[in-house]
């Protein structure tokens, strides 16, 4: 848990202390008072988060304020204040949650089992929950970028990438298995810059269009990857746009 939300406990709880307290030591039922007010607390600050992640990517980080994100909450300032104290911690907390998330994403797209499937077939098992999770999360590429963003997310974030290339490069390995190790890590490394920029594209773009910018970045990389694989059974051949 993040300082942010370590501060939340007594704004949140503070009220009914000292009357739960007593009725816990007399045995009545306001002992389960706490877990409630623990839940509306936990709540309020998905509510919270959830309106910080629309205000950062309407308005970007530097330009977004506590009391902006109050507005699109539908709470006053001051409630906002009893759960965070600026608008740091709230984009740390809500750094934190879309980290987590992003780990659980690519761990599960870039497994080792997908080595044994065709090479068109792994690439839609790979991007298709990647590019998902950037399309769902929009905060998430707004927090991960900008000179005025908190250095905890930014280092994180980097940690984050350098992990993220090396399973790239480990599924790139199972199908590259005689190439030596400096070439497998350049070609992941250019697989990994296509897939970045791609995205890139891919977010600005909604619908149809949205639908076609994946069809091209599953095409390029496909055309890039298939001659260094070059093994016809173990693949097929692009889908049709």
């Keep these: 848990m993040s300082e942010a939300r370590a501060t939340k406990g007594a704004a949140a709880d503070g009220a009914d202390g000292g009357s739960t307290a007593a009725a ?53 300032p001051g409630t906002l204040y009893q759960f965070f104290p600026n608008k740091e911690a709230i984009a740390v907390e809500l750094g934190d949650q879309l980290l987590n998330r992003w780990r659980d994403t690519y761990g599960a797209a870039l497994t080792q089992s997908h080595v044994e499937l065709p090479l068109d077939r792994m690439l839609d098992a790979v991007l298709d929950p990647l590019i998902a999770f950037n399309c769902e999360n929009p905060a998430f590429s707004v927090l ?81 990857l298939d001659p260094l694989v070059g093994d016809e059974v173990r693949h097929g051949t692009p889908h049709a746009p």
Excluded: W
């Design 24 to 76: 816990a030591a007399d045995g009545t039922p306001g002992s389960a008072r706490p877990r409630r007010r623990q839940a509306r607390g936990e709540a309020r600050i998905a509510q919270l988060l959830r309106a910080a992640a629309s205000v950062f990517c309407t308005s970007g980080y530097t330009a977004s304020s506590t009391n902006a994100i109050a507005r699109e909450a539908g709470v006053s």
């Design 144 to 224: 991960m970028h900008g000179s005025e963003i908190p250095g905890r997310i930014t280092e994180e974030h980097d940690t984050l990438h350098a992990t993220m290339l090396t399973r790239v490069e480990s599924v790139l390995a199972g199908y590259l298995p005689d190439v030596p190790a400096g070439q497998v890590h350049r070609i992941a490394d250019m697989t990994f810059m296509l897939f970045k920029a791609g995205l890139d594209l891919i977010m600005a773009h909604e619908g149809e269009e949205r639908a076609a910018y994946i069809q091209e970045l599953k095409t390029i990389m496909f055309r890039y």
